[in-house]
């Protein structure tokens, strides 16, 4: 069984700064994509970024450049760097991941395998 665990929310002021991580317990296979993806109260998933085992990225068009998605030497835990965080971030963030999937998406209906999700609150 994949079993995915977030970590590394929290609250933090508008230009503040978090990290989250991600682990997976299963081990990974040659190809797959793991991505984080949020959900803001009264509002739908949204894609964040993604990053397949080839280490290819991709980011929303809104967040590009301000956020970093990374995974470790392993490919079991996957980062997401998140500077100069401003209010609209606030929301739960969940990450994802799917085997033999490449190169990353960012439509949630690809990924099989789902965290828990970690809050993310950033006042103004």
Do not use: H
């Not at 085997?99 to 998406?105: E, G, M, R, S, Y």
Request: glycine residues 10%; hydrophobic residues 35%.
């Amino acid at each position: 069984q994949v079993q995915l665990t977030e970590s590394g929310g929290g609250s933090v002021r508008a230009g503040g700064s978090l990290w989250l991580s991600c682990t997976v317990s299963a081990d990974t296979y040659k190809k797959y994509s793991m991505a984080w993806f949020r959900q803001a109260p009264g509002k739908e998933r949204e894609g964040v970024a993604a990053i397949d085992s080839a280490r290819k990225t991709t980011y929303a068009d809104s967040l590009k450049g301000r956020f970093t998605i990374s995974l470790d030497n392993t490919g079991t835990t996957l980062y997401l760097q998140m500077p100069s965080l401003k209010p609209e971030d606030t929301a739960t963030y969940y990450c994802a991941v799917d085997f033999f999937l490449t190169p990353p998406t960012l439509g949630a209906w690809a990924y099989k395998y789902w965290g828990q999700g970690t809050q993310v609150t950033v006042s103004s």
